[in-house]
């Protein structure tokens, strides 16, 4: 071979070399973004369910605070069981006549 082959076959052995070198180098940085990526979508799934048990959690205390009497409410029924009692008492003592 002469200089001028020899200087061609090192330098396309130079960009082999080079070429490769940046192959890995992309590949391990391809590996690292995967592997980020399992671990975000892993974070993300636990966000997800955190978000739906709370949002249970919410409806759930939404219905509750619905059906929980205040204490007016409490009162005024108490008032009304009273004056339906009273009545009745006014009714046995008239039929006791």
């Known amino acids: 071979m002469n200089d001028s082959s020899s200087h061609i076959v090192d330098n396309i052995k130079q960009k082999v070399q080079t070429l490769v070198f940046m192959y890995e180098r992309e590949k391990q940085e391809n590996d690292r973004l995967k592997a980020q990526v399992v671990q975000l979508e ?53 039929l006791n006549k």
């Open 42 to 94: 892993a974070k993300l799934k636990a966000k997800e369910q955190t978000c739906a048990e709370l949002e249970e959690r919410y409806s759930r205390l939404k219905i509750a605070k619905a059906l929980k009497a205040s204490d007016a409410d409490v009162h005024e029924a108490k008032i009304k069981v009273n004056r339906i009692v009273r009545e009745i008492d006014r009714c046995i003592a008239l």
